[in-house]
């Protein structure tokens, strides 16, 4: 299972990023999808998440400005920042759960991709 984010990059406060991952691979099922952030210093945390049926967490952290959505015929899932704060800059990883083609349960990780909020 292969996860590919795209997406990140510098942005002044109060602006804003799309952030997208595709999964792809041997896989049966993409359950949920979704985004977790570390920043220096800190453990990662829940950004947001997407079930396969539409229902959304969202972490106590980023609710409000952010925006998770999903094509699920294309294994996608995009985050929608807006209103970026600094404390929003972190390394963003990417988060899919499911079945392989094995019917064995997987939950795999993207490389992640740095978001920067700063002036």
């Known amino acids: 299972v292969q996860l590919v984010e795209s997406g990140g990059g510098l942005v002044q406060p109060g602006g804003s990023l799309t952030l997208s991952c595709a999964v792809s691979?041997?896989?049966?099922?993409?359950?949920?999808m979704g985004w977790y952030r570390q920043a220096p210093g800190k453990q990662r945390e829940l950004v947001a998440m997407?079930?396969?049926?539409?229902?959304?967490d969202y972490g106590d952290s980023v609710k409000g400005p952010f925006t998770i959505s999903r094509i699920n015929a294309e294994n996608t899932v995009y985050m929608q920042m807006n209103s970026l704060k600094p404390e929003a800059t972190a390394a963003y990883y990417c988060?899919?759960?499911?079945?392989?083609?094995?019917?064995?349960?997987?939950?795999?990780w993207g490389q992640g991709t740095q978001v920067t909020v700063s002036s």
């Open positions: 988060n899919a759960k499911g079945y392989d083609s094995d019917w064995r349960i997987y939950a795999a």
């Open positions: 691979g041997s896989i049966f099922t993409v359950n949920g």
């Open positions: 997407r079930a396969f049926g539409g229902s959304s």
